[in-house]
């Protein structure tokens, strides 16, 4: 009888690690696209602090 509780939890446990991948929600369009609207917006903002320290220099009479 031992054996069969093992053989049960073992089942158990493989079935749950071969369900629990297929659980995981899929990526929509809009979440997609929320994503890209970040990317876009960090690379804006990294210009925009580009642009400022080059304002700085400029204005310090500093050239790169």
């Known amino acids: 009888m031992k054996h069969v509780g ?3 939890a073992a089942l158990l446990m493989s079935a749950l690690l071969i369900a629990l991948p ?3 929600k899929q990526e929509g369009p809009a979440e997609k696209a929320g994503k890209e609207i970040d990317k876009t917006l960090e690379k804006a903002g990294q210009q925009v ?3 400022g320290d080059a304002i700085q220099d400029a204005a310090k009479g500093d050239k790169k």
Do not use: R, T, Y
């Open 49 to 51: 602090e580009k642009a």
């Open 6 to 8: 093992s053989i049960s």
């Open 22 to 24: 297929g659980c995981q």
